[in-house]
C-alpha cells in the first residue's frame, strides 16, 4: 500500500494477459464475443488480432488501485478504450499501470491520475479513478 | 446493419436479476488474477468484490439491447466504460440493469451507441450507474 499523499506517484504495476486468461474471463462475464477468441473472426472484422476484453484492462486497473489503496472503497471507476490490447496466441499481452495521487475532491474522495499502457502505446483514454480513501 | 437513431432515449426492459454469489466473484476475480481467486477454496471472501464486477450485469443489458436490435456482437467493440457507485456490491447482493440508449451517432461508417444502464438491488435501490459506448464496426466485410 502507497501513501496517499496528493502528487506521489504510484508504484506502477505490470500484468500479463493471455488467450487463457481472456476464456476465463469470457466465462466469468458473461461476454463471449468472439473478437476476444477467434483470431480468423477478429481479422474479418478489421481488427489486428484477438483483442483483450476492454473491460479486462479496466479490471486491471481495479486491481492495481486495491493494491495501491488497501482496498479502499471506490467510487468512481471508467476508462476510454483507445487502442486495442492484442494478446498473442502464446505468451502475453503486458499491461502497465502507473499513475499518480491526485487531489481529494469537495466530497472528500481521492481522484488517482492514471497511465495505462502497453508496450509504451497508451491503452485507455480519460481513466478516472475516484477512491473513499 | 446501421443502429437506428430513433432508439436514442428509449429504455429496455430490465435484465433478469443476477444474483451475486462467492463462487462468481471468485471466477470473475481469478479471471483477471486477482487475490480474491487465490488461496484456499472460500478464501478472498473478506476481500471486496472486483470494482468491474457489475459488467457482468451490465453486459446482459447490453447484449439484450443488441439482440433485440439483431446487431451481431463481433462487430462491436466497447469504445468506453465508465462506473458510478452508491454503494459497494457485496456477495448476497441481486443486481439487475435497466438500460437506456442515450446517443446515436455516425463516424466514418461506424455507428457509436452510448448507453446508461442503472444497475439496482433486490430492494430497487441503485447500486450503481453504468455508462458504456458501443462502437459497431460497419467497415470491413
Known amino acids: ?102 487531489e481529494r475532491n469537495d466530497d472528500g474522495l481521492l481522484a488517482l491520475a492514471l497511465l495505462v499502457t502497453v508496450d509504451g502505446t497508451k491503452v485507455l483514454g480519460a481513466p478516472k479513478v475516484l477512491v473513499r480513501a | 446493419m446501421p443502429i437506428d437513431a430513433a432508439l436514442v432515449g428509449r429504455a429496455f426492459p430490465p435484465t433478469s436479476p443476477v444474483p451475486v454469489t462467492a463462487e462468481s466473484v471468485a471466477a470473475f476475480a481469478a479471471s483477471v488474477g486477482g487475490a480474491a481467486g487465490e488461496g484456499a477454496a472460500g478464501e478472498g471472501a473478506d476481500r471486496p468484490v472486483p470494482p468491474t464486477y457489475p459488467i457482468v450485469v451490465t453486459f446482459a443489458a447490453l447484449q439484450d439491447f443488441l439482440a433485440a436490435e439483431q446487431v451481431e456482437l463481433s462487430r462491436i467493440v466497447h469504445g468506453d466504460q465508465r462506473f458510478r457507485y452508491a454503494r459497494p ?53
Open chain 2, 89 to 141: 456490491v457485496v456477495v448476497g447482493d441481486e443486481l439487475t440493469a435497466t438500460l437506456t440508449v442515450t446517443g446515436v451517432r455516425s463516424i466514418g461508417g461506424n455507428d457509436i451507441v452510448s448507453t446508461s444502464s442503472e444497475i439496482t438491488d433486490a430492494a430497487g435501490a441503485v447500486v450503481c450507474t453504468a455508462t458504456a459506448t458501443l462502437v459497431h464496426r460497419g467497415g470491413a466485410a
Open chain 1, 1 to 102: 500500500m502507497t501513501t496517499l499523499t496528493p502528487g506521489a506517484a504510484l508504484e506502477p504495476l505490470t500484468f500479463e494477459i493471455t488467450r487463457a486468461d481472456l476464456v476465463a474471463y469470457a466465462a466469468a462475464s458473461g461476454d463471449h464475443n468472439p473478437i476476444h477468441q477467434d483470431e480468423e473472426i477478429a481479422l474479418a472484422v478489421g481488427l489486428p488480432g484477438v483483442i483483450a476484453h476492454g473491460m479486462y484492462t479496466l479490471a486491471l486497473v481495479g486491481r492495481a488501485v486495491g493494491e495501491w489503496t488497501g482496498d479502499a472503497e471506490v467510487v468512481e471507476l471508467g476508462a476510454k478504450f483507445v487502442a486495442p490490447v492484442v494478446v498473442p496466441a502464446s505468451g502475453a499481452a503486458r499491461v502497465t499501470v502507473a499513475g499518480t495521487v491526485g
